[in-house]
């Protein structure tokens, strides 16, 4: 895998879970997950020890609470959508400040909210612990197919070129003297929208020419092995370990609710 570039994402760090493989991170992150998500909804107390794990970790790695609450911001359309749930929800109705709502409903908006605030929230320490090619490389060692990594490598790269083009054209246009303010412009708007396209079409071409020219037949080649110890595969599945301590008891007690 070629050479990348640190991301807005990254927070450099010398942390011990800054320094763990990224294969340990995205195979412990994915185990955390999939307990969260089969913990049972009404076990309310496993996902508090659930929430002050992800809490320990953001300790160890150094993370700021701020950083890791402003980039949760991205789960709020599901939040939205959860808050909707016991309002049109069929079922029993109970009343709470006034208003009538569906039992079920309530317990799905609490179910969406408390598995994907955790969810998102791990998600967040991982790319803010593990630069993003390195997470490449680490679903390379995960034996991830090499033709979803190289989409999701391409991915990557071609978002921060589109995305510095946009801020190109947004200066250009604002020097000369263009400010969005109704309706009537966005026509220009729409213009520079398709001019984005075009640009970022032929950039595509020059690109992959330039690769071809250089011998890619498919597969890019990797530059840094990264390889993990026993002791770091245990370090990373402190995490997971100390969910399933928490899920299974969540199961014998609360059932599949």
Known sequence: MGAGHAHR??????????????????????????????????????????????????????????????????????????VLLPFVAEGPRVEVLGLSLSESGLWGAWNVLAKGTLGVAASVLLAATTELRALLLGLQRLRMPPLLVQIASFMIRYGDVVTDEMRRMRIARESRGFQASGVRHWGVLAKSAGALFIRSYERGERVHLAMVSRGYTGTMPVIDEVTATRAQWVCAAALPLAALAVGVPAWALEGGG
């Open 9 to 82: 994402l990254y927070r450099a760090g010398d942390s011990p879970v800054h320094a763990l493989p990224p294969q340990c991170k995205i195979a412990a992150v994915l185990c955390f997950v999939l307990v969260v998500v089969s913990t049972p909804r009404t076990a309310l107390w496993a996902f508090a020890l659930y929430a002050a794990a992800l809490a320990a970790v953001a300790a160890l790695a150094r993370v700021p609470a701020g950083l890791v609450l402003r980039r949760m911001l991205i789960e709020v359309p599901f939040v939205a959508f959860a």
